[in-house]
């Protein structure tokens, strides 16, 4: 893995190109910020299925004592 230091001296407006090690090292970074952030999303989307699936159920149990 490329060490963060490269990553330091180079800015994404920087006149000069990346040199392989920088371009590299930058990759990684957005590769582990994009795997999280993915993560998370997955994990909130469970939670508010999971919500919705009790709110159904909270629901129909409502309308079947309502039914009797």
């Known amino acids: 893995m490329a060490d ?33 952030q993915s993560a998370n999303a997955k994990a909130a989307l469970g939670r508010m299925m999971q919500e919705t699936r009790e709110k159904i159920l909270v629901i129909r149990r409502g309308q079947a004592v309502g039914v009797k």
């Open 4 to 36: 963060s230091t490269g990553l330091r001296e180079y800015r994404l407006n920087s006149v000069a190109e990346p040199t392989d090690e920088q371009l590299q090292a930058l990759m990684e970074k957005v590769g582990e910020e994009a795997r999280r």
